[in-house]
């Protein structure tokens, strides 16, 4: 069993900064994959971003360039870098992992991210 916590969400002006944290109750090395995704109403929750356990990172097209995906295998812990913060950035951002040994996917409770203009 995998629990994800995420933190960091909040209120920002477009082009403006948030950072999120998800923290895992697992070692990361024990996960082959963690990502980020953002649900919107009336969307399909989308795949934001993704890094591997050996460190190998994958973004949406539309935030490439302006979010950054990172590990910390000390702490356990994943975050999302969010710079240059668009009007179709908002949503619910929920941290997944994919545990190396079954393959289930695991998720975390959400948090919100709101684009102001």
């Known amino acids: 069993q995998v629990q994800l916590v995420e933190s960091g969400g909040g209120l920002v002006q477009a082009g403006g900064s948030l950072r999120l944290s998800c923290a895992a109750s697992v070692s990361l090395f024990s996960i082959n994959v963690m990502g980020w995704y953002r649900q919107t109403p009336g969307k399909q929750r989308e795949m934001v971003a993704t890094?591997?356990?050996?460190?190998?990172?994958g973004y949406a097209d539309s935030v490439k360039g302006r979010f950054t995906i990172s590990s910390d295998n000390a702490k356990n812990t994943v975050a999302l870098q969010l710079n240059s913060l668009k009007s179709e950035d908002p949503g619910i951002y929920y941290c997944a992992a994919r545990d190396g040994g079954t393959g289930r996917d695991y998720w975390g409770q959400g948090t919100q991210v709101t684009v102001s203009s």
């Open positions: 890094i591997t356990r050996g460190g190998g990172a």
